[in-house]
């Protein structure tokens, strides 16, 4: 029997005690489910509501189920699909995109190396792979600035009708994101180079570009093969860990960066902002300008750009809709500037449209925790509806919820603070908050590097298992097993040499 969840985008699995491992037995039925892709869903909120194995009563037991070595170590998250026919049989398997474009496919169970493929180019990539609806494919945004179709069971690629597609040229620094509207499934792949936002139609090939540096001309990949070279704009690249895509809107948000340059111009260079582009991921054309459907850039994009403080590399937080009357669509932004704001998502700037400055709810100052650079979580507490927004950064991970006054009005409120180091892409899982610290451009300096297993109500550390240097990379879990992937991978290293490691309950 099989169900698909529209929420997560993950698929939960029911099936006999003949094909359920033994550390994982239950008497009569055991749920499995994937992690499709970076932060579990579109939305990017990192809440695994599927785990049942593992929680804080017992998460302590957490104990080393395998290490294997790599030689092409991701800058990313892992992913994982359960139940996959492969020519050895029938296996849970956790692929792995190396920052070089080596993808490999692991047993979830064992460690061993199923299938590998190398995809080839150039350079160094900051991305994760993202797994088809429909569970046959996973996709890869490659160095050669391509987003490739691979069949999950032995590697093997699929090409013709538009495979593989441009999405370059320029590193892929975002993972990324499949949502599925009206029965139409989108691929988000954002790329530097002139900031190409790419989003391809799974179901039919074809695809729409947004550039963040030449916008007012769309559907271009400036300085691919056999497309025009004449954008000469750089800089507003996509920097978050990953795009978000909201449901309740049907808006994908990704931001542009601070780099190399110093404009900022509405319809034509879309630096330090964050945009809302429609699913299908079109431009619209208005004044000799390329727009989307909305934007936000602060006030003071100027200063910032200057001092290299992109407000969007923490990537974007949705809220659950709702908290707020007045304001039901809220989103948490951390940034590089040491800040964290609050926006509403239905209107950015306060405006009614795209190219306006400022118009946030909140610009809530967080120097302790310093460089926001990785994508955080949101959790529901199911024992009283309070719904959470965890921050990490250089200096650690905080937890936050949103208050909202006797007028309806929004605004963030810090509850706790864990200050213990440069941690990366958080998740919760069945009531624990799991985050890797010890990471970033000067991991070697650290003399702790761990994963954290943390009570999301109070901050408390509840287990760690021992990692060694790690960039960027994030953990996460599915079917009871803990993934973290370490190495010197990213900002500081080759990146050919590292570690999957896994973590479960004996």
Wanted: charged fraction near 15%; hydrophobic fraction near 35%.
């Amino acid at each position: 029997m099989r169900a698909i969840s529209s929420v997560l985008g993950a698929v939960i699995l029911l099936a006999g005690p003949s094909v359920i491992p033994a550390a994982a037995a239950t008497p009569d039925l055991v749920a499995k489910y994937d992690w499709p892709q970076f932060a579990l869903d579109a939305a990017k909120s990192a809440n695994d509501t599927m785990e049942a194995t593992v929680g804080l009563a017992n998460v302590g037991k957490l104990k080393q189920l395998f290490k294997v070595s790599l030689t092409d170590v991701p800058d990313g998250a892992p992913v994982m699909l359960s139940d996959v026919s492969t020519p050895g049989g029938v296996k849970d398997l956790v692929f792995l995109q190396g920052e070089h474009s080596h993808v490999t496919a692991f047993d979830a169970r064992t460690g061993a190396q199923v299938w590998s493929k190398n995809l080839g180019g150039g350079g160094i990539s900051n991305s994760s792979p993202a797994i088809d609806p429909n569970r046959q494919y996973i996709y890869v945004n490659a160095n050669d600035g391509n987003v490739h179709k691979l069949k999950v069971g032995d590697g093997a690629e699929v090409t013709g009708n538009g495979w593989p597609q441009l999405a370059g040229p320029g590193k892929s620094s975002s993972s990324l994101t499949i949502a599925t509207v009206d029965g139409v499934s989108y691929l988000y792949a954002s790329n530097q180079g002139h900031g190409h936002i790419t989003t391809i139609n799974l179901n039919t090939g074809t695809q729409h570009v947004f550039s963040l540096a030449c916008a007012n001309r769309p559907d271009i990949h400036f300085g691919a093969p056999g497309q025009p070279n004449d954008c000469s704009v750089n800089g507003p690249n996509p920097w978050s860990r990953g795009p978000s895509f909201d449901s309740s809107l049907n808006r994908l948000f990704q931001m542009g960066g601070t780099n190399n340059g110093t404009t900022w111009v509405p319809g034509k260079v879309w630096r330090q902002s964050w945009v809302a582009l429609p699913p299908d991921g079109s431009t619209a054309m208005r004044d000799g300008g390329g727009y989307p459907v909305d934007s936000y850039t602060p006030s003071n994009w100027a200063s910032s750009v200057k001092s290299d403080q992109d407000i969007g590399s923490g990537g974007l937080l949705i809220m659950p809709a709702g908290i707020s009357p007045k304001v039901p669509h809220l989103g948490v932004q951390p940034g590089k500037d040491s800040k964290i704001r609050l926006l509403n998502l239905a209107d950015l700037s306060g405006k009614g449209g795209a190219g306006n400055l400022g118009g946030e709810l909140q610009v809530f100052s967080f120097p302790q925790m310093g460089n926001m650079r990785s994508q955080g979580a949101v959790w529901t507490n199911p024992k009283d509806g309070a719904a959470w927004a965890f921050v990490t950064g250089h200096g650690g991970v905080a937890g936050f919820q949103i208050a909202v006054d006797a007028n309806g009005n929004p605004s963030l409120s810090l509850k706790w603070t864990l200050l213990n180091s440069w941690t990366t892409s958080a998740f919760v899982a069945n009531g624990v908050l799991y985050a890797a610290n010890g990471g970033g451009e000067h991991t070697d300096t650290f003399k702790t590097r761990q994963v954290q297993a943390i009570d999301p109500v109070t901050g408390k550390v509840a287990w760690t298992g021992p990692i060694g240097q790690h960039h960027w990379s994030s953990p996460i879990m599915a079917n009871g097993v803990l993934y973290m992937v370490d190495g010197n991978s990213g900002g500081f290293g080759s990146g050919t040499s590292g570690h999957l490691i896994a973590w479960s309950i004996p």
